[in-house]
């Protein structure tokens, strides 16, 4: 079952959710309206699965930065979400899609317990110009059916997510280096 906006808002009123910085005006039907965060990471060389990614960080500037095809970018949410009681659901929005950006395609579950800014994985069909703190997707949240199992007891490894973040596959593959 799916949180309505009212209800997220209840959630956050009494702790079940957290949402930092959180602004009411971004709630809509049934999700939380997320922002794009201040920061890129632009993945430009090629990519091994069994080695740590090379990325350079970019802040992206108030007059915007243009994302260009063929070019992996790995971004992070502005605001900082967190359950320990719902399982968070995370999307592009139709706007984004309609600029033929692609974000965040392989991941978006959010565990409970999980209290992150979300990784994005950001691809572009053609080059378009992206700005810090626009309107990026819609976050929705989840009841969950079962006992609750929380990321922070189970110590996964991106537990202690900050902002973007490389893969980290590397650390379970043989031959794999840190």
């Not at 929005?93 to 800014?117: E, F, K």
């Not at 991106?158 to 840190?178: D, F, M, W």
Request: charged share 20%; glycine share 10%; with cysteine.
């Amino acid at each position: 079952m799916i949180l309505t906006g009212p209800a997220i808002a209840a959630a956050r009123a009494t702790g079940e959710i957290a949402i930092e910085p959180y602004d009411p005006r971004r709630l809509s039907p049934n999700a939380y309206d997320w922002r794009l965060g201040e920061t890129l990471h632009i993945c430009d060389d090629a990519l091994d699965s069994a080695q740590p990614t090379l990325a350079r960080e970019l802040n992206i500037p108030p007059s915007g930065f243009v994302l260009h095809p063929g070019v992996l970018y790995l971004g992070s949410t502005y605001e900082r979400t967190s359950s320990e009681r719902y399982a968070q659901f995370l999307n592009g929005s139709r706007t984004i899609g309609a600029l033929g950006i692609w974000v965040h395609v392989s991941a978006p579950l959010g565990h409970q317990g999980h209290a992150i800014r979300w990784t994005l994985e950001i691809r572009a069909a053609r080059p378009v110009r992206v700005y810090p703190r626009m309107t990026f997707g819609k976050l929705a949240f989840l009841h969950t059916l079962g006992a609750p199992a929380s990321y922070q007891e189970h110590g996964l490894k991106y537990v202690t997510s900050r902002g973007a973040e490389t893969s980290r596959l590397y650390e379970e593959l043989p031959g794999g280096r840190p």
